[in-house]
C-alpha cells in the first residue's frame, strides 16, 4: 500500500493530493508524504512497530489521512473510528483489538515538530493493515481484519474498473470509519487524482453535493443512492459516478457514466461492479471485478443460478478473536482448483444470476438489517437493550415504511416506565449513531411461533401517532407551506408547528424528499437547516426567503411584456379560423324561484372584474414586442331580455371575437329569461385560466352575499418581468427538460380509426363523458386507501392510467403526451386571476413488470421534477424537438364547479369551443359530490365514437388495476359486460346428428349416388362407384387383420386414388397418414415410422421412395382387381383419428398431428 503511494509521490510531488473545504487546507503529494512519515515517526518513539495497532478518532480531513499513511509506514495496522462514537465502544474496540495509541486531531498537532522517518517499515503482502469494526450479532462490535494484498487488490480492481487516473479529481464522499474509504479514498492517493474532502454536513445532501461538485470541478465522485436518487448534475466537470453500499433502483446515467458496486467489509470492499446502462427497477450489481470469484450456492453448497453470494479472491483474513464466527463465514474454498483461492466468503446476500451473466441482488437470508448502506446486526442492539436498567428482553427487527425508507425498530418488555427519549439516551451512549432504533414499541410479550420459538414476522408496525406534539396551527403562510410539505413526506394528516420531523419517521433521506417538497413550494433550505430546525416553526424562522418570485420585486409599469405561455396564445390567434378557439365561456343560472336581484348581481359582476387590472388591458406592441397595456376603460355589465331560454345558445350570441389590440378581454352579460338570470362571462385565454374562472366566480358569489373584493396587483404580469430577469433559470430548466425529451422516439399519436394520421386537424370536436367511482361507491373508498397507504396522490393515479391508456391503444413503450400545471405553487400566485397555465410534456416509459406502485411512484416523482422546473421554455423546446402535443391530460381535482349564492349552491356550466386542439384530451374532475367525471374531447373525424367509449371503459378497468399490488402486465382490461360480451361470441355449440365422416359421406351417397363426385383429367366417379371402390379397399384392409387405432400411409400422386384409398381406410376404422412424393426419403420413412405403419398404399414406381419399409403393400395398379366385398356396418367413433399429418418440428424432425373424425364432422 505504501509502495503504491510512494510511487505517486515521485511522479506528482508538487501536484495538490488533498484539499478540505471547510478549513480551505490542501496539500500536495510531496507535503502528504512528509506529514505521513511525521506521525510516523511519533509513533515509533511512542512504542509503536511492526505488528502494532492504533485506533484513529481524527476528525474528517487531511489529518485523518495523514494518520492512515502514517501507521502504515511505522508498520502497523490502522481502525479508522468515528470521533462521535460512545467513549465505551471505542474502549471496548481498543481492548479487543489490542491497540495502545489513539490518534486524535491533538496527536497530529503534536506530529508537527517530530522529524519524519527516512524510510517506512518494510511489511509482508500478509501482514495486517486495517482492521473494521461492524456490528456484532454478539451484542459487541466485531472487527474484520485486513492484510496489505487485500487492500491493494481492492484499490487496483477500483481503478481498472472505474477508469481512475491522476487527472481525475475525485469528492471523497464515504466516511473513513466505514469500509468504503479503501475505494473512495485509498484508490484516488494509489493513481495521483486530485482529492476534496466533501464536509460531513454535506455528504447527505444532493444540492449540497451538486454544488460542491460543481464548484471543485469534480470528475469522479461516490455518492450514495438515497442521496443519488435526488442529485441533479450542474456544470459539466463530473464525468463519472460511483454509487453502491445498498439497492440501488430507478436510477440512470445522467450525462455521467455510472457504477453500481457490490461489496462488503468482509471482502475489502468492492468485489462486483457493474457499469448502469439504463433505468433497472433493482439495478444488477454486475459481474466480478478482477481477482474475485463469486458464486451462486444453494443450501448444499452446490453452484445455482439463484442462491447465496459467495465470494473468493485476495479479500478480508477473518472475525479478530472470533475463531467460530470466522469458521462459519470464511470456509475452505471447494472451489480451490478452479481459482486458487484457500478461502470463500459466504455473505449472507442472497442473488440470481441473469442470462447476461450479470448478478442481481435479492435479499438477506437472515435477519441482519441493512440501513443507509451498513449492515447492522440485530443481536448487538438487543444485547445492548437488555443491559438496561428494567429492560427483561428485547427484540429489534427493522420497518419499511410505505415510501421504501427502512428504519429499525425496538420491542421491549418491561415492568417500569421507560420513555423513549430514555431509551434512545441510553443506547446513544452505548452504540454509533446509525444503529440507535428510531421507533421503541413496548410489548406485553414477544409473538411466538406454533414451535414456541420468536415470530419476528409477527411483530407490530410501530407507532408514531402517539410522538406527535397537541397540535398547534400554522400561524402564517410560510408555516402553512412547511407543515404541507411535512405532511406529504411523512405521510401524515395535519401537522403541527410543533411537530418534529424526526420523531415522526424523518430520516437523512427523508430530509431529501423534505428539501425536493419545500422547494415545489418556493422554499429553498439546506439539508444542515434541517438537521437543525426541526419543526416547522423553527424552520419558519430559519427560512430566510419563502419563495423566489416573493424575493424579485416587480415594478409598476406602462406595459407589460407577456408571458412565454401568453405569448404562445396570442401568436397562435393570429392564424386564420382561430378567432374564437380561445374564448373561455362561463355561465352561472340563477332560477326565478331564487329571486335573485340583478342589480345586486350586475353591481357584484362590475366591482369584482374591475378589480383586477389585467382584465381591462389591452394587447399592444411595445418596442416591437407584444405586450399587456393597462387600458383605463371599465368593465360594464350589460343586462339583455331575451325569451330564449337555451343558456348555451344564448352564450354564443356574445362568443365572438376579440380584437385584442382594442377590446377588453372580458365581456359581461347578464340575461333575463323566462326562467330565470343567466349569467355569461366570455374571458379569453389570454388573461384566463380555469383557476381564475374559478376565482373570479367564488369572489362574485362573496360579493353578491356583501363581501368586499380584494383589490389585486398585476402579479401575474410580475411573473413576465421575473421571466425576463432570470433567463438563467429557464436555461437551466430548459436544459432539464432536454434530458427528458433527448429520450423522445417520436410524438405519441392515436392512429385514426379510418384514415392516416392527421398532421392539421381540420376536423370538429367531439365529447364523451361518462362518471365513474361514486365517494359512497365502494371502489372509490378501495382508490382513497390504496393511495394514502401508498403515498400517492389522486391526480398520480389518473395521470398514470392515463399514460398506460396511451401506450396500450398507441403500442409505444414510451409514451409522451402533454399536461396542464396552473403555475401558482409559488405562494404569491396561488390566488391571482390570469394566463398562468403551463403545458408540460410528459415522458413516460412503459414495462409490463413494473409493479403498479412503482410505476405510479415514478409518474409522480416525474411529474414533481417537472413542475419544479416549469420555468422551462416549452413551446421553444417543442420546436427545437419538432413535437407536436397530440394527447393532453388536464386533472382539475376540486376546482370549482359550483358557487353558493344567496344560499343556494349553482352550478358553473362551461362552454367551449369546438375547434380540436388535439387528437385526444381526458379532463378529469372530481365533483363536490365526490363523484370523478371523466370528460375524453377527441377529434371526431379522427377517432370512432366506439373507439372513445372503449377507451373509456380500458380506462377504468386500468384505475382500478393500478390500485392493486400487481404489475402492470396483470392489470385486467375488460370489465364484467365485456366479458359476457366475448363469451356471447363463443356461445357456439350446436348439435351434429352425424359425428364421423364414414356415416356422412354413405349418407350423401344414398341422396345422389349417379352425380359426379370426383373429375381427374377425363375419367369422372359418380358417388356410388367411389363407395364401391373404397368398400374394396375397406374389405382388403380388414382382411390383413389393420383396423382400429392402426395406421395406413398413402404415398401416391395427384388422382383420384387419392379419394377412393382414403376413403377406404377410414372405412376400415383405420386412419390414413398422406405422403408427399416429393419430400425426401428420408422425411418419408421417418414419418411412417413415427406412425408405425401397418399398410403402405402406393404407386409402384414410388416404393423406390421409401427403402426401409418393410411391411404390407396395397399397389393402386391392384385396386381395379380388387373382390366386392360385404359392405361394413360398424362406423368409427367420434373421438377415433382419421388422419395423421405431419408439419415442421421445432427439434428439427417432423411432428405428426391427430385429427378425429368429429374434428372434420
Not at 411461533?449 to 410501530?462: C, E, I, M, V, Y
Request: a negative charge.
Amino acid at each position: 500500500m505504501i509502495n503504491l503511494f510512494l510511487e505517486q509521490v515521485k511522479k506528482y510531488a508538487d501536484k495538490t493530493a488533498l484539499s478540505e473545504s471547510s478549513s480551505g487546507k490542501s496539500v500536495t503529494y510531496q507535503q502528504l508524504d512528509e506529514n505521513a512519515r511525521k506521525v510516523a515517526a511519533k509513533l515509533i518513539a511512542d512504542g509503536f512497530g511492526k505488528g502494532s495497532v492504533a485506533v484513529i478518532t481524527a476528525s474528517r480531513g487531511i489529518g485523518f489521512v495523514q494518520a492512515i499513511l502514517g501507521i502504515l509506514m511505522a508498520g502497523g495496522a490502522y481502525v479508522p473510528l468515528s470521533d462521535h462514537y460512545p467513549a465505551d465502544r471505542i474502549e471496548y474496540i481498543m481492548h479487543d483489538c489490542g491497540a495502545a495509541i489513539i490518534v486524535d486531531d491533538a496527536y497530529i498537532c503534536a506530529c508537527a515538530e517530530t522529524a519524519p522517518i527516512d524510510k517506512p517499515v518494510e511489511v509482508s503482502p500478509d501482514d495486517t493493515a486495517l482492521i473494521i469494526y461492524t456490528s456484532g450479532s454478539t451484542g459487541v462490535p466485531k472487527g474484520i481484519a485486513h492484510d496489505h494484498k487485500a487492500i491493494i487488490s481492492s484499490v487496483c480492481r477500483y481503478i481498472k474498473a472505474v477508469g481512475l487516473c491522476e487527472r481525475d479529481i475525485c469528492a471523497v464522499v464515504a466516511p473513513f470509519y466505514f469500509v468504503a474509504h479503501i475505494t473512495d479514498l485509498l484508490s484516488y492517493i494509489c493513481c495521483g487524482a486530485e482529492l476534496h474532502i466533501v464536509p460531513d454536513e454535506l455528504r447527505g445532501d444532493p444540492v449540497g453535493i451538486a454544488d460542491f461538485i460543481e464548484a471543485n470541478r469534480i470528475t469522479t465522485a461516490f455518492i450514495p443512492p438515497k442521496v443519488l436518487r435526488f442529485f441533479t448534475k450542474k456544470g459539466d466537470s463530473l464525468k463519472t459516478v460511483v454509487t453502491g453500499s445498498e439497492r440501488l433502483s430507478q436510477i440512470a446515467p445522467n450525462d455521467f457514466r455510472l457504477f453500481n458496486l457490490y461489496g462488503m467489509t468482509e471482502t475489502a470492499s468492492m468485489s462486483i461492479f457493474f457499469e448502469v446502462d439504463k433505468q433497472y427497477d433493482n439495478t444488477p450489481i454486475g459481474k466480478p471485478a478482477d481477482g474475485v470469484n463469486v458464486y451462486l450456492l444453494d443450501n448444499n453448497g452446490k453452484i445455482c443460478e439463484e442462491g447465496e453470494i459467495c465470494v473468493s479472491g485476495n479479500l478480508g483474513r477473518g472475525y479478530l478473536n472470533l475463531p467460530e464466527k470466522t469458521a462459519e463465514v470464511f470456509t475452505p474454498n471447494p472451489f480451490k482448483d478452479r481459482d486458487g483461492h484457500d478461502i470463500l466468503i459466504h455473505t449472507g446476500d442472497l442473488g440470481k444470476r441473469l442470462p447476461d451473466g450479470n448478478i442481481v441482488y435479492l435479499n438477506r437470508n437472515d435477519w441482519m438489517i441493512k440501513i443507509n448502506g451498513q449492515r447492522v446486526e440485530p443481536g448487538e442492539i438487543e444485547a445492548a437493550l437488555r443491559r438496561l436498567d428494567g429492560v427483561k428482553d428485547a427484540v429489534v427487527k427493522d420497518f419499511i415504511d410505505t415510501s421504501g425508507q427502512t428504519f429499525i425498530t425496538a420491542y421491549y418488555i418491561t415492568d417500569t416506565a421507560l420513555s423513549e427519549e430514555e431509551l434512545k439516551a441510553a443506547l446513544s451512549a452505548k452504540l454509533p449513531a446509525y444503529m440507535v432504533p428510531s421507533f421503541f414499541t413496548r410489548l406485553e410479550k414477544l409473538p411466538v411461533n406454533a414451535n414456541g420459538k420468536l415470530d419476528r414476522n409477527a411483530l407490530p408496525k410501530p407507532d408514531i401517532e402517539h410522538r406527535r406534539t397537541d397540535y398547534a396551527a400554522p400561524e402564517n403562510e410560510r408555516q402553512k407551506l412547511i407543515c404541507e410539505a411535512f405532511g406529504e413526506v411523512l405521510g401524515i394528516d395535519k401537522v403541527g408547528i410543533n411537530d418534529d420531523f424526526f420523531s415522526l419517521g424523518g430520516d437523512s433521506i427523508k430530509v431529501l424528499m423534505l428539501q425536493k417538497a419545500l422547494r415545489s413550494r418556493g422554499i429553498e433550505v439546506s439539508a444542515h437547516t434541517i438537521y437543525n430546525a426541526q419543526n416547522p416553526g423553527l424552520l419558519s424562522e430559519a427560512v430566510s426567503e419563502v419563495s423566489s418570485l416573493a424575493s424579485f420585486s416587480g415594478k409598476p409599469a406602462q406595459s407589460y411584456p407577456l408571458t412565454r405561455a401568453q405569448m404562445s396564445i396570442y401568436l397562435d390567434c393570429q392564424l386564420p379560423g382561430k378567432e374564437t378557439v380561445y374564448n373561455n365561456v362561463f355561465t352561472l343560472f340563477l332560477p326565478s324561484d331564487m329571486n335573485a336581484d340583478e342589480v345586486n348581481l350586475k353591481n357584484a359582476v362590475d366591482k369584482v372584474l374591475n378589480s383586477y387590472p389585467i382584465l381591462s388591458s389591452v394587447t399592444k406592441a411595445v418596442d416591437g414586442m407584444p405586450s399587456l397595456v393597462p387600458s383605463g376603460k371599465t368593465i360594464e355589465t350589460e343586462i339583455r331580455d331575451t325569451d330564449h331560454t337555451d343558456r348555451k345558445a344564448l352564450s354564443q350570441t356574445i362568443n365572438t371575437p376579440f380584437d385584442l389590440e382594442n377590446d377588453l378581454p372580458c365581456r359581461a352579460v347578464i340575461f333575463r329569461t323566462p326562467e330565470g338570470l343567466v349569467l355569461v362571462l366570455v374571458l379569453h385565454h389570454i388573461v384566463c385560466d380555469g383557476t381564475t374562472a374559478s376565482i373570479i366566480l367564488g369572489n362574485i358569489a362573496s360579493v353578491y352575499d356583501g363581501a368586499v373584493p380584494a383589490a389585486e396587483e398585476m402579479s401575474n404580469l410580475t411573473l413576465a418581468q421575473y421571466e425576463a430577469a432570470h433567463p438563467e433559470i429557464t436555461q437551466a430548466d430548459n436544459d432539464i427538460y432536454r434530458k427528458m425529451l433527448d429520450e423522445v422516439e417520436g410524438d405519441t399519436e392515436l392512429y385514426s380509426d379510418d384514415a392516416p394520421t392527421l398532421s392539421v386537424f381540420k376536423d370538429k370536436l367531439a365529447i364523451y363523458e361518462t362518471t365513474l367511482y361514486s365517494q359512497q361507491h365502494e371502489l372509490s373508498g378501495k382508490l382513497i386507501a390504496a393511495l394514502s397507504e401508498k403515498q400517492l396522490t389522486e391526480s398520480t393515479l389518473f395521470m398514470s392510467a392515463y399514460a398506460y391508456l396511451l401506450h396500450l391503444f398507441c403500442n409505444q413503450k414510451h409514451v409522451l403526451f402533454f399536461t396542464g400545471e396552473n403555475g401558482r405553487h409559488d405562494p404569491i400566485l396561488q390566488n391571482t386571476v390570469g394566463m398562468l397555465v403551463h403545458n408540460l410534456p410528459v415522458l413516460v416509459h412503459i414495462d409490463e413488470n413494473t409493479d403498479c406502485s412503482a410505476f405510479m411512484a415514478d409518474v409522480q416523482n416525474t411529474l414533481r421534477d417537472l413542475i419544479a422546473h416549469d420555468s422551462a421554455d416549452i413551446a421553444e423546446l417543442c420546436g427545437e424537438y419538432g413535437i407536436h402535443p397530440d394527447c393532453f391530460f388536464v386533472y382539475q381535482g376540486e376546482m370549482l364547479s359550483g358557487v353558493t349564492i344567496g344560499g343556494r349552491y349553482i352550478p358553473m356550466e362551461i362552454y367551449q369551443s369546438d375547434d380540436v386542439m388535439a387528437s385526444l384530451t381526458l379532463h378529469v374532475l372530481k365533483q363536490n359530490s365526490g363523484d370523478y367525471k371523466f370528460t375524453f374531447e377527441y377529434a371526431a373525424e379522427k377517432l370512432a365514437d366506439e373507439t372513445v367509449r372503449r377507451m373509456a371503459e380500458v380506462y377504468a378497468q386500468i384505475v382500478a388495476g393500478l390500485c392493486s399490488d400487481g404489475k402492470l402486465g396483470q392489470i385486467r382490461l375488460v370489465n364484467d359486460d365485456n366479458i359476457t360480451e366475448m363469451d356471447a361470441f363463443n356461445a357456439t355449440e350446436a348439435d351434429y346428428p352425424v359425428t364421423d365422416i364414414v356415416s356422412l359421406f354413405r349418407a350423401q351417397v344414398e341422396k345422389t349416388p349417379d352425380r359426379p363426385a370426383v373429375i381427374f383429367k377425363n375419367n369422372i366417379l359418380t358417388y356410388a362407384q367411389i363407395d364401391d371402390i373404397s368398400e374394396r379397399i375397406a374389405g382388403k384392409i380388414r382382411s390383413l387383420g389393420i383396423g382400429k387405432g392402426d395406421a395406413v400411409s398413402i404415398l401416391i400422386p395427384r388422382c383420384s386414388y387419392m379419394t377412393t384409398a382414403s376413403l377406404g381406410v377410414l372405412k376400415s376404422g383405420a386412419a390414413y397418414q398422406p405422403l408427399d412424393p416429393s419430400y425426401p426419403s428420408e422425411r418419408l420413412s421417418f414419418m411412417m415410422s413415427d406412425a408405425d405403419a401397418k399398410l403402405l398404399i402406393a404407386d409402384e414406381d414410388l416404393l423406390s421412395k421409401v427403402p426401409d419399409y418393410k411391411g404390407e403393400v396395397l399397389l393402386t395398379k391392384d385396386i381395379p382387381t380388387l373382390p366386392a366385398c360385404e359392405k361394413i356396418k360398424d362406423v368409427p367413433d367420434p373421438s377415433d383419428v382419421f388422419i395423421l399429418l405431419y408439419t415442421s418440428g421445432s427439434t428439427g424432425i417432423p411432428k405428426g398431428v391427430m385429427l378425429e373424425h368429429r374434428n372434420l364432422a
